[in-house]
């Protein structure tokens, strides 16, 4: 696989912005161990708002470690969502896990705190992080189970089945790790527990409230909608369709000569498929769709074959049409 073609894609989810937000987190965390944990703890116990600052101190490897194992985490579910909310999701998943992280550090230390100190560490960052994949992978399987990709093709099927998986693995993993590896609802005097249970019910609710008010951008109103990840998945469905299957291709939206529905660009072995095609509702425009995919497909299977074919040749056109009627596609010249 190669990587830099994926490049655009994970510039364009945000991830970047996840990454950078975690680690910026980590390396103050690990600065405030380099600097003296309880010199910087004294300060911002002198300081209003110490509260607030007081959760990028180092409490243990543990957190820094589960900043960054977040961010793996999050990866999968982000690339599980709707490519048009990828980036939106991303920046709510990083401001939602500091702000609640934060939220729920202030509130222990005005209600809660009888030490007279500060309560410090990030690992209710982290907690409200892990809060946030838990629903961001419960709301996974609700689209799944609404969105039912199977019937696609082999490989949508594939994809369908590898993100159950996978967002059932994230959702009984966090169970284990909050009910029995670190019981976040059982009190205990060894550190301020109630910030853990505070993070977790706090970005539950602030990821309800996300989901709901995105619900159909999400995808979770059940209907499917032509998007990139789509068309990528279904490629490989189609491709099953070919005596020789194409090389892998990347399907873009991309603007198209007029009244053509896709084209196959062999210096990039990119399939650009008209923007009109970007947000239709699958299940009601499957011919149309498929069509426009094909229509590239065979473009690059003639290509592939040593029979390039330009518009406008008319005798040409009589080869791509035997072809097309092999594949199931519409002929070019109807
Ligand atoms: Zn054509």
């Not at 007279?116 to 609700?142: E, R, T, Y």
């Not at 977790?200 to 159909?216: D, H, K």
């Not at 092999?326 to 109807?334: L, T």
């Amino acid at each position: 696989m190669d990587l830099r073609r994926y490049l655009p894609d994970i510039s364009s989810s945000g991830l970047y912005w996840v990454i950078a937000g975690f680690s910026l987190i980590s390396v103050l965390n690990v600065l405030t161990l380099v600097l003296g944990r309880d010199e910087v703890l004294a300060y911002f116990n002198s300081n209003p708002l110490g509260p607030v600052l007081a959760v990028v101190v180092f409490d243990t490897p543990w957190t820094v470690a589960g900043l960054l194992g977040l961010v793996v985490l999050f990866t999968p579910v982000l690339f599980g969502t709707p490519v048009s909310q990828r980036r939106s999701v991303s920046l709510f998943f990083l401001s939602s896990s500091v702000i609640v992280g934060v939220t729920a550090g202030v509130v222990w230390d005005r209600y809660f705190d009888n030490a007279g100190v500060v309560g410090a560490g990030s690992s209710g960052i982290a907690i409200a992080g892990q809060s946030v994949v838990f629903c961001l992978a419960l709301f996974g399987l609700f689209r799944l189970q609404r969105q039912d990709t199977r019937s696609l093709g082999r490989m949508s099927s594939y994809w369908w089945h590898a993100f159950a998986a996978i967002y059932g693995t994230l959702v009984l993993t966090t169970l284990l790790f909050v009910v029995v590896l670190q019981p976040i609802f059982t009190p205990t005097l060894q550190y301020n527990w109630r910030v853990h249970e505070f993070a977790f019910l706090i970005a539950i609710g602030v990821t309800v409230v996300y989901e709901g008010a995105t619900w159909s951008a999400q995808g979770l109103d059940g209907k499917l909608r032509v998007d990139e990840m789509l068309l990528n998945y279904h490629f490989d469905d189609l491709n099953d369709r070919f005596v020789r299957p194409l090389p892998k291709l990347r399907v873009v939206f991309a603007e198209t000569a007029e009244g053509i529905s896709s084209d196959f660009h062999p210096e990039t072995g990119e399939i650009w498929v008209s923007p009109r095609f970007c947000g239709l509702e699958y299940f009601r425009s499957a011919k149309e769709v498929d069509d426009a995919l094909l229509h590239g497909m065979l473009h690059a299977d003639l290509y592939y074959s040593g029979r390039p074919w330009q518009h406008g040749l008319p005798e040409a056109a009589k080869e791509f049409d035997s072809d097309a009627e092999g594949v199931g596609a519409s002929p070019e010249h109807s």
